[in-house]
C-alpha cells in the first residue's frame, strides 16, 4: 500500500515543448530553455538548511537565464524586486535590505558619500590649529625679537639720553650732596694744613640745559689724604674727612672689602685700604653708607619708586631683587632683608603682607609676596641698619673631611690593567675648596671620579678616611654633591622652578614647602641669580640667562640637597674671565656660609680665581702627583726645586707647565745652589744617588717642544727628543714630590695625616616613591606645556598625514560587480555537496574593503607617533643620567614619562582617530577606531620609551622609524609573502609578527571589525541561526585572508567590531614597558655612574635574587601574552552541519512514523530510495520544478500546477490522515532527496 502512495507522488505528465524567447522573470533556467527553477524558492533552499540567507540580495531579471547581484544604489527583497536605496543609507552590490548608514548618500547613490558638514567641520578644525600654531610661532619669535630690541634699546637708554637714568643719578647726587660737600670743605681744611691744593677734587657743576654732573677724583683725594704715601689709607685716618659715626665706619668698612673681594684686587691690610680698592669702591661704598639710615620718607619714595618702575599697585618680594635697592645691596643682602619683612608677617597673621597662591603651572606652591606701603615705610629703615651691622652666618657644623692614601684608579685598556690614577695621597680638608690641576692626560677628572664614588669604569685601590673613619666614599653618597662639566639643567624651566623641582627630589622626607623656598631663595641670593630667578634658563632653541647664570644654576641644583661636600668638574669652561671669577666666588661663599668642602678640577684659573683656594693637587702625565698641599705653598715649593716664575706670567698657568714637564729647572739658580752647597759641603756622601738623578736632569739642554717645529713642519727628531726629556722631567718632578713628602716632620705631615674621629654624616631618608612621581609629573607637564608650539606642530602633522590618507583611500569599495556563474543543475540540486561550489560563486562579488587603509594609516602614524613619544626622553636623556646619578628615583621618573607620553600620544590619536573615522564613514562602530588606534599607540609609545634606553640619543630617531617601517610593513599580514594565512600557520612568524609588527593587531582589527557588519549574503559572516554553515567557508577565514583564525565569533554578524587584538597589545605593551624598565636598569650604568651588574651581584647576593625575580616576572609576561594571541576562543554558537542535522532530522521523523503507522519493526535501512523510484521515471519531457532538501516547501505540496500528481491520494486509505502521512512523507522524501536512504527499493517496502 505505501508503495502505491509513494509512486502516486512523482508520477508526472509530459509537457509538450514550447519554444520559448527568454526565461521569465524570478526564474532561473537552464541554457536551452527547457526547464526552469524559481528563485525565490531556490533562496529559501539554505535557509531551511539553516545555511543562511546566502542568496539574499539576488535579482533574476526576464530575459536572462542565471542569477545576477542586485545593483548598485538597489535593494532587491526579492529575486523580483528591485528599489532605491534609501537616502541615508548605501546599498552596495547583492543587497537584500538596506543596512549601510551614508548621511552622506542620497537616495540610489552608487558609492559612498562623505557628509559635507563633517567635512567642512574637519577643514574648520585643521585650519584653526594650523593658524593657531602659526601664530603662536609668530608670537614666540616676535617677543624673543622684541626682547631683543628692549635690550639693545635699555643698553642705550642707560646712557645720558635716558630720562629715567638721569633721574637715578639726579637722586643719587641729591642723596650725595650734603655729605660731598661735607667731604669737599674737610679737604680744604687739611690743605690749609699740609698745603695741598684739593679744591677740585670733588666739584659739582651744572651747565645751562643740562643736569648737574659730579667731577669726583677718587685717585686726587687717596693722595691728598696719604699722607705718608704708603699706598695704604687707614680706615681712621679716612673717617677724619668722613664724618661717620661708628656705625656708619663699620658699614663703609664692610662694603669696602666686600666689593674688594669680589675683583681681582685687594687690601694689603684688613684696617686700611690700598688704593685701587679706594679709587673703584669708594663712591658706592659712600653711597650705600649714605644710604644706611634712611627717614621714613625716604621708604615711601623708595616704595613709589618700586611701584612705578613696575607698573604695579602693590610691590612684591621679587621687585626688590631688581629695584633701586639693587644699586647698593647684594643680592644675600636684599634676601635677609625680604625674610625680616616675613618674620614681621609670622608674628602678625593679620598682617596684610603678603598671599601665598598656589602655582598650577608649575603645581608648586609659590609665594607672591606683596608687601604692603604702611608695612615698608615702617620697618624698611630698621631693616636695613640690621642688615647692614649683622655680621655673616657661618656653618659651625663639623663639615666632610675627606682623607685619602695610595689612591690609585686601576682600568682595563686593550686588556690590560693601567692606572690612570697613581698613588696619590692627600687631604680634602672639611670646609675648604681645593683645586685639581694639571696638564692634558695627567687624571683630574678620573681622580675627581674616584674621590666622589662616580669611577664606575675602574677600580679603585687604596683607603679613603671619612671624618677620620675609614669608609667607602660611596656610604655617604646624599651628602656629596657632583656638579658635571655640562650644564645640565632644564631649558624649559625658570631659574627658580629648577631649584624647586631639585629640593623637592632630593631634601629628605618631610621637608616642608616653606623650608625648601627658603633654601631656593638663599642659593639663589648666594649664586647671584635672584635677579633672573624667574627667567626661562633657556638652550639654543629659546632665549634665557647667560652662560655664566646657567653655570650657577648648574651648581644650583646640586646645593639644593644641602651637600656636605661638593664635587665640580671644570666649572669655569666656557666662561669669560669676569663671569668664571663669580662662579668661583659663589663657591667660596659656600665653604664659610654652608660649611661645604668643595673640589673642583680646574683648568687655568686667573691668579685671583687660584688665591680663592685653600689647597692644591697638581698630577701630572698618568695620574702621578706633583704636588698635594696648600695652595699658597705651591709657589715657594716650586721656586725650591730651581723653577723660575717669568714675569707677567699667570701662576696656575706657569704650575701646570711644569707637571707637564714643558719648563724646566732654571740652570743658573741651580749653578748657584751648587756653589753655595760646594761651599759647605762637609764632604759628606750620602746623597750622591740623588745628585746623580739632579745633574742627569740638569744635563738636559733648556729647550721647549715648539723648538721641534723648524720653517718647514715639525722635525720628527726634535720632537721626539723633547717629548723625551718632557717625560724625564716628569719622573724626577715625581720623585722629588715623594723625596720631599718623606721628609717633612711630624708638624708638616699632620695636615696629610687622618683626623680625629667625628660623626660621618648619615643617610637621609629619602622622599617617598609616590612623593618623587608626582613631582615628576609635575614638571614633566610643565615642561610639555612650554613645548606646547612644538607639541601643536607634531599633532597638525599627524592630522595631515591622516587626512591626505584618507583623502587618497577613498571611501571603501564593499563589493564589485561580479555576478555568480553557477549551472542550473547545480542550483536545482543543493545539497552539502554543492554546496561550497554555490557559495563560492555567491561571494566572488565581495570586496577586500580594509586592507590597504589601515596599513597606511597605520604604518605613517605608527612612526610619526613614535618618533615624537621618544622625545621625550632623548631630549633629556643627559638629565635623567644626572638625576640618578645623584640618587632621584629613576623608577619614577619612568614611570612619569610612561604616563605623560601615553596621555599626550592618547589625545593626539584620539584626534586622528576621530578625523579618519570622519573621513574614512567606517561601516562598523567608530569605536573600532578610537580601540585599535589607542592601542596601536599604546604599543608604539612602549617600544618608543625602550630604544632610548639601550642606545645613544642621537641614533634612536633613525632606528625607531626603520623599525616600524620594517616590521610594520613586513610582520603586517597585508603584505606578500607574509600574510594572515602564514601568520597562523602556527610557526615562529606568528610571534615575530605580534611582538615586533606594530600594525598587525591593528590592521586585522579595522578590517575584521569592518567584515564583520556586512550581512551573511556578503561573504563574511554568518547568523547565528545558521547553524548548518561551516564558518571555515566565509571570507573571513577564507585562507585568502584567514582573519581572526582563534576566534570562531568573529564570523558572526556584529557591527559593534572585533575587539579580540586589544589585550593581547596591551599585554605587548606591558611587557616592552617592563623590558624598558630592566633595560634602564642594565644599560648605561656608566652614565648613572652605577657599576655593571654582574659587579652588584658579585658584591650582594641579595641582588642576584632581585635579578632572578625580575627575570622570572619578565618570562611569566612574555607566557601570558604568548597565550593570549595564540589561545583558540569558545564558540558561541553550535555549529551542527548538514549531514548531522538531516541524520538527526530523519531518526526523529522515523520515530514519527513508526508510531503513527504501528510499524514498530521498521529500521531506517528499510525506507526506500525515492530518487531511485524517481529515476525510472521518464521525466525528459517535464518543466522542472526545484525540488528543495531539507524539508520540502508547502508551496511544493500544494502545487497549483495541473500536470503535477497530489502527493497522497485520500482515497487510498481512508484511516490514514492526510496531514500527519504527508508531513510524514515529506520529512522522508528530503531524506531521500539528500541521499540518505540507500536501500533498494521492493515491493515489500
Not at 558638514?117 to 610661532?137: C, D, E, P, R, Y
Not at 628692549?150 to 638721569?166: F, M
Not at 639693587?326 to 644675600?332: A, E, K, V
Not at 717669568?646 to 701662576?651: Q, T
Request: charged share 25%.
Amino acid at each position: 500500500m505505501l508503495y502505491h502512495h509513494l509512486t502516486s507522488i512523482f508520477r508526472f505528465e509530459f509537457f509538450s515543448y514550447i519554444l520559448r524567447l527568454s526565461c521569465p522573470l524570478g526564474f532561473v533556467c537552464n541554457e536551452d530553455l527547457t526547464q526552469k527553477a524559481l528563485c525565490s524558492e531556490i533562496r529559501e533552499i539554505p535557509q531551511k538548511f539553516l545555511i543562511g540567507d546566502v542568496f539574499g540580495g539576488v535579482y533574476c531579471p526576464e530575459g536572462k537565464i542565471g542569477m545576477e547581484n542586485c545593483p548598485k544604489g538597489k535593494y532587491c527583497p526579492s529575486p523580483v524586486e528591485q528599489l532605491n536605496c534609501p537616502a541615508g543609507y548605501f546599498c552596495p552590490y547583492k543587497t537584500a535590505t538596506p543596512e549601510i548608514s551614508c548621511p552622506g548618500c542620497k537616495e540610489g547613490a552608487t558609492a559612498l558619500e562623505r557628509d559635507i558638514g563633517i567635512q567642512v567641520i574637519i577643514i574648520l578644525f585643521v585650519i584653526v590649529i594650523i593658524v593657531g600654531t602659526i601664530a603662536s610661532i609668530i608670537y614666540k619669535r616676535t617677543k624673543h625679537l622684541v626682547a631683543k630690541q628692549v635690550e639693545v634699546l635699555s643698553y642705550r637708554l642707560v646712557g645720558e639720553n635716558s630720562a629715567k637714568a638721569q633721574k637715578a643719578k639726579q637722586n643719587q647726587l641729591d642723596k650725595l650732596r650734603p655729605k660731598l660737600a661735607v667731604i669737599a670743605k674737610r679737604l680744604e681744611d687739611l690743605d690749609k694744613e699740609s698745603g695741598k691744593d684739593s679744591k677740585n677734587l670733588i666739584k659739582i657743576s651744572k651747565t645751562e640745559g643740562e643736569d648737574e654732573k659730579l667731577e669726583f677724583d677718587a685717585r686726587g683725594i687717596f693722595d691728598a689724604l696719604d699722607t705718608n704715601n704708603d699706598g695704604d689709607l687707614q680706615y681712621a685716618e679716612l673717617n677724619a674727612v668722613l664724618g661717620f659715626d661708628d656705625e656708619e665706619l663699620e658699614v663703609f668698612c664692610t662694603s669696602m672689602n666686600k666689593a674688594a673681594d669680589a675683583k681681582e684686587i685687594k687690601n694689603t691690610k684688613e684696617d686700611s685700604v690700598s688704593r685701587p680698592v679706594f679709587v673703584n669702591n669708594f663712591l658706592k661704598a659712600l653711597e650705600g653708607t649714605v644710604n644706611l639710615k634712611v627717614t621714613p620718607a625716604e621708604a615711601a619714595e623708595i616704595y613709589d619708586t618700586i611701584l612705578a618702575e613696575n607698573q604695579v599697585k602693590e610691590v612684591q618680594e621679587s621687585m626688590l631683587y631688581t629695584s633701586v635697592l639693587s644699586n647698593t645691596l647684594s643680592d644675600y643682602e636684599i634676601m635677609l632683608l625680604i625674610k625680616k619683612f616675613r618674620q614681621v608677617n609670622s608674628v602678625d597673621e593679620e598682617s596684610p603682607l603678603y598671599n601665598k597662591q598656589e602655582s598650577r603651572r608649575s603645581g608648586l606652591q609659590r609665594r607672591h609676596t606683596g608687601i604692603a606701603r604702611e608695612i615698608f615705610v615702617l620697618h624698611y629703615p630698621t631693616f636695613l641698619m640690621q642688615v647692614y651691622t649683622e655680621k655673616d652666618v657661618v656653618d659651625t657644623s663639623e663639615g666632610v673631611d675627606i682623607c685619602f692614601k695610595d689612591l690609585c684608579l686601576e682600568v682595563t685598556v686593550a686588556k690590560k690593567q693601567i692606572n690612570v690614577v697613581n698613588n696619590v695621597t692627600g687631604r680634602l680638608r672639611a670646609k675648604t675648596m681645593t683645586a685639581l690641576m694639571g696638564g692634558s692626560g695627567a687624571g683630574k677628572t678620573s681622580l675627581l671620579n674616584a674621590l666622589c664614588g662616580r669611577a664606575y669604569y675602574g677600580n679603585i685601590i687604596g683607603d679613603t678616611y671619612i671624618n677620620g673613619t675609614k669608609k667607602q666614599i660611596e656610604e655617604i653618597k646624599d651628602v656629596i654633591g657632583f656638579v658635571p662639566q655640562d650644564d645640565v639643567v632644564y631649558a624649559e624651566l625658570t631659574v627658580r622652578e629648577n631649584l624647586m623641582f631639585a629640593g623637592k627630589l632630593s631634601l629628605p622626607r618631610g621637608t616642608d614647602m616653606d623650608e625648601i623656598e627658603d633654601l631656593a631663595d638663599s642659593t639663589l641670593a648666594n649664586l647671584g641669580l635672584s635677579r633672573v630667578a624667574k627667567s626661562l634658563v633657556g638652550d639654543v632653541k629659546r632665549r634665557g640667562v647667560s652662560g655664566g647664570e646657567k653655570k650657577r644654576v648648574n651648581i644650583g641644583l646640586e646645593l639644593m640637597s644641602r651637600p656636605k661636600c661638593l664635587f665640580l668638574d671644570e666649572p669655569t669652561s666656557g666662561l669669560d674671565s669676569s663671569s668664571a671669577l663669580l662662579v668661583m666666588s659663589s663657591l667660596k661663599n659656600l665653604v664659610s656660609s654652608e660649611g661645604v668642602t668643595i673640589v673642583t678640577v680646574i683648568h687655568q684659573p686667573r691668579k685671583f680665581i687660584f688665591d680663592l683656594f685653600d689647597a692644591l693637587v697638581l698630577l701630572g702625565v698618568g695620574g702621578n702627583t706633583v704636588y698635594s698641599g696648600p695652595a699658597k705653598g705651591a709657589y715657594d715649593y716650586f721656586v725650591g726645586l730651581d723653577y723660575v716664575l717669568p714675569a707677567g706670567e699667570a701662576l696656575a698657568d706657569w704650575l701646570i707647565d711644569i707637571s707637564a714637564g714643558q719648563i724646566h729647572p732654571d740652570p743658573k739658580v741651580a749653578a748657584t745652589k751648587d756653589q753655595e752647597k760646594d761651599d759647605n759641603d762637609d764632604g759628606d756622601d750620602d746623597d750622591d744617588d740623588d745628585d746623580e738623578d739632579d745633574e742627569q736632569l740638569m744635563a738636559i739642554t733648556p729647550r721647549v717642544l715648539t723648538e721641534a717645529v723648524g720653517k718647514k713642519g715639525v722635525a720628527m727628531g726634535k720632537a721626539n727628543e723633547a717629548i723625551t726629556d718632557a717625560a724625564m722631567r716628569r719622573e724626577w718632578l715625581y720623585k722629588e714630590w715623594q723625596k720631599y713628602f718623606d721628609g717633612l716632620d711630624n708638624e708638616q705631615k699632620s695636615i696629610y695625616e687622618v683626623p680625629a674621629e667625628t660623626e660621618v654624616p648619615g643617610a637621609k631618608d629619602k622622599q617617598r616613591f609616590f612623593s618623587q612621581l608626582w613631582t615628576q609629573l609635575r614638571r614633566i607637564v610643565l615642561v610639555s606645556y612650554r613645548n606646547l608650539t612644538a607639541k601643536l606642530v607634531d599633532t597638525i602633522i599627524l592630522i595631515v598625514a591622516a587626512v591626505i590618507i584618507s583623502l587618497v583611500s577613498g571611501l571603501p569599495e564593499i563589493s564589485r560587480n561580479d555576478n555568480p556563474s553557477i549551472e542550473f543543475e547545480t542550483l536545482v540540486s543543493f545539497d552539502q555537496t554543492s554546496a561550497p561550489g554555490i557559495v563560492a560563486q555567491l561571494f566572488k562579488y565581495a570586496a577586500t574593503i580594509q586592507q590597504t587603509y589601515p596599513l597606511q594609516i597605520g604604518l605613517i602614524t605608527a612612526v610619526l607617533v613614535g618618533l615624537q613619544a621618544s622625545r621625550i626622553l632623548t631630549s633629556k636623556q643627559l638629565e635623567f643620567f644626572r638625576e640618578t646619578s645623584s640618587g632621584y628615583d629613576s623608577n619614577a621618573y619612568l614611570l612619569a614619562v610612561n604616563i605623560m607620553a601615553t596621555l599626550e600620544t592618547s589625545v593626539q590619536i584620539v584626534i586622528v582617530a576621530l578625523i579618519a573615522a570622519m573621513l574614512r564613514e567606517p561601516v562598523a562602530s567608530w569605536g573600532v577606531f578610537f580601540a585599535h588606534f589607542l592601542a596601536m599607540a599604546w604599543t608604539v609609545v612602549s617600544w618608543s620609551l625602550l630604544f632610548p634606553m639601550v642606545m645613544p640619543a642621537e641614533n634612536v630617531s633613525t632606528v625607531l622609524g626603520a623599525f616600524f617601517a620594517f616590521f610594520g610593513l613586513l610582520l603586517s599580514g597585508a603584505v606578500p609573502p607574509i600574510g594572515f594565512g602564514k601568520i597562523y600557520g602556527g610557526d615562529i612568524v606568528e610571534h615575530l609578527s605580534a611582538w615586533l609588527s606594530v600594525t598587525r593587531f591593528f590592521l586585522e582589527g579595522m578590517a575584521a571589525s569592518e567584515h564583520r557588519c556586512l550581512p551573511e549574503q556578503s561573504g563574511w559572516t554568518v547568523s547565528e541561526e545558521s547553524i548548518n554553515f561551516d564558518r571555515a567557508n566565509t571570507l573571513m577565514a577564507y585562507r585568502r585572508f584567514s582573519y581572526a583564525r582563534h576566534d570562531p565569533n568573529a564570523t558572526l554578524y556584529d557591527c559593534g567590531g572585533w575587539y579580540w587584538g586589544i589585550l593581547p597589545t596591551i599585554f605587548i605593551g606591558i611587557t616592552v614597558r617592563y623590558l624598558g624598565f630592566l633595560a634602564m636598569h642594565g644599560f648605561n650604568r656608566g652614565k648613572q655612574t652605577k657599576k655593571p651588574v654582574f659587579h652588584e651581584i658579585q658584591k650582594d647576593g641579595k641582588c642576584g635574587i632581585l635579578v632572578v625575580v625580575l627575570l622570572l616576572v619578565l618570562i611569566g609576561l612574555i607566557a601570558f601574552t604568548t597565550w593570549l594571541y595564540t589561545r583558540d576562543l569558545e564558540a558561541d554558537y553550535e555549529y551542527v552541519g548538514i549531514e548531522k542535522w538531516v541524520q538527526t532530522g530523519l531518526e526523529q521523523n522515523l520515530t514519527e512514523l513508526r508510531e503513527t503507522l504501528n510499524l514498530t519493526d521498521w529500521n531506517i535501512s528499510d525506507i526506500p530510495n525515492l530518487l531511485e523510484m524517481n529515476a525510472d521515471l521518464d521525466t525528459a519531457a517535464l518543466t522542472r520544478v526545484t525540488l528543495p532538501t531539507g524539508e520540502f516547501p508547502d508551496e511544493f505540496m500544494n502545487q497549483p500546477d495541473p500536470t503535477l500528481v497530489p502527493i497522497v491520494d485520500p482515497n487510498v486509505d481512508p484511516n490514514v490522515d492526510p496531514d500527519l502521512l504527508n508531513g510524514t512523507l515529506r520529512a522522508l522524501m528530503s531524506a531521500a532527496w539528500n541521499g540518505t536512504c540507500e536501500c533498494p527499493c521492493s515491493e515489500q517496502n
